[in-house]
Nanobody
Framework: QVQLVESGGGLVQTGGSLSLSCVAS????????MGWFRRAPGKEREFVAA????????QYGDSVKGRFIVSRNRARNTMSLQMNALRPEDTAIYYC?????????????????WGPGKQVTVSS
């Protein structure tokens, strides 16, 4: 099994930046793609970004394109999310996820390991 733990996040004003990190442990050799999802109060879980095993292939949700950057270090089993130009609507709990799939996936059911989540709050 794979275990994931997020760090970072917090509170920032509109237009500011925050970063999130995720560390994987356990059977990390089985990890294909990794991704970030978020859930805002009263809303469904939303795809934010995914990154491939080669650390080059990336995909972003429409609402964060051009503002968020996902990166991955396979040697350290880490993934990061740099969030820029933050907006109040970015406020949510952000989750790190991993999957044995090697093709890019945006559906949460394609991911089999999840971190506990980290709060990101953007004040107006």
């Amino acid at each position: 099994q794979v275990q994931l733990v997020e760090s970072g996040g917090g509170l920032v004003q509109t237009g500011g930046s925050l970063s999130l990190s995720c560390v994987a442990s356990g059977r990390t050799s089985t990890i294909g793609i990794m991704g970030w999802f978020r859930r805002a109060p009263g809303k469904e879980r939303e795809f934010v970004a995914a990154i491939g095993r080669n650390t080059i292939n990336k995909q972003y949700g429409d609402s964060v394109k051009g503002r968020f950057i996902v990166s991955r270090n396979r040697a350290r089993n880490t993934m990061s999310l740099q969030m820029n130009a933050l907006r109040p609507e970015d406020t949510a709990i952000y989750y790190c996820a991993s999957s044995w799939h090697i093709t890019m996936e945006t559906a949460p059911e394609k991911y089999d390991a999840w971190g506990p989540g980290k709060q990101v709050t953007v004040s107006s």
